[in-house]
């Protein structure tokens, strides 16, 4: 098991940028990350996932904006976000899988979440 701390968030207006940071308890290099984020009313949706050898997943409406990326000497995953759009808007959380990557359809797959950190996008 892991602990995941996710911290960054905050309010942007369109256009502008946030850097979001998921610090882990311990040590993730044979871990598979992601980032989920839920909209107020909406399912939990998959954004981005980095597996142990750096291949990088996105979904469609965050490709070219958000970059995901993990320095594993401080055990934190980060989440690069740029041109946030208000539709942006949502509770980011991280998520671990010990070494594969599940399917970010399958939530209970994923075994170790964070508490999750607020982006609001505002027009």
């Known amino acids: 098991q892991v602990r995941l701390l996710e911290s960054g968030g905050g309010s942007v207006q369109a256009g502008g940028s946030l850097r979001l940071s998921c610090k882990a308890s311990?040590?993730?290099?044979?871990?598979?990350m992601g980032w989920f984020r839920q909209a107020p009313g909406k399912e939990r949706e998959g954004v981005s996932t980095?597996?142990?050898?750096?291949?990088?997943t996105y979904a469609d409406p965050v490709k070219g904006r958000f970059t995901t990326s993990i320095d594993n000497a401080e055990n934190t995953l980060y989440l690069q976000m740029n041109a946030l759009k208000p539709e942006d808007t949502a509770m980011y959380y991280c998520?671990?899988?010990?070494?594969?990557?599940?399917?970010?359809?399958?939530?209970?797959?994923?075994?170790?979440w964070g508490q999750g950190t607020q982006v609001t996008v505002s027009s």
């Open positions: 998520a671990a899988n010990f070494a594969r990557c599940p399917s970010s359809d399958d939530l209970e797959s994923w075994g170790n």
């Open positions: 311990r040590t993730i290099g044979d871990y598979c």
């Open positions: 980095i597996d142990r050898f750096d291949r990088r």
